[in-house]
Nanobody, 115 residues
């Protein structure tokens, strides 16, 4: 079974920064597009950012210029650097690994932006 292990969530003040990490098994990581999604209370899960095996990135309009997704193939880890956080970024953040018809999710990590 594929495991995605997320870390790095927490409580941060508006304007602050956090970095999320997601470690995956080596075999899956190398062939997967990796993504970060988030789900706020009462809202649908939405794409935040994703990065292909070749390094092509996509971002939600709401996070462009503030968030950066990256991947370290040696460590089989994908990162989400989040800067200039605001209260609208409060959500559970999920890591996703996708290849072909396969789609795997992490357990989620809570990010709370509050003063």
């Amino acid at each position: 079974q594929v495991q995605l292990v997320e870390s790095g969530g927490g409580l941060v003040q508006p304007g602050g920064s956090l970095r999320l990490s997601c470690a995956a098994s080596k075999i899956v990581f190398r062939i997967s597009t990796m993504g970060w999604y988030r789900q706020a209370p009462g809202k649908q899960r939405e794409l935040v950012a994703r990065i292909s095996t070749g390094g092509t990135t996509n971002y939600a309009d709401s996070v462009k210029g503030r968030f950066t997704i990256s991947r370290d193939n040696d460590k089989s880890t994908v990162y989400l650097q989040m800067n200039s956080l605001n209260e609208e970024d409060t959500a559970v953040y999920y890591c996703d690994a996708r290849y072909g018809l396969e789609d795997y999710w992490g357990q989620g990590t809570q990010v709370t932006v509050s003063s």
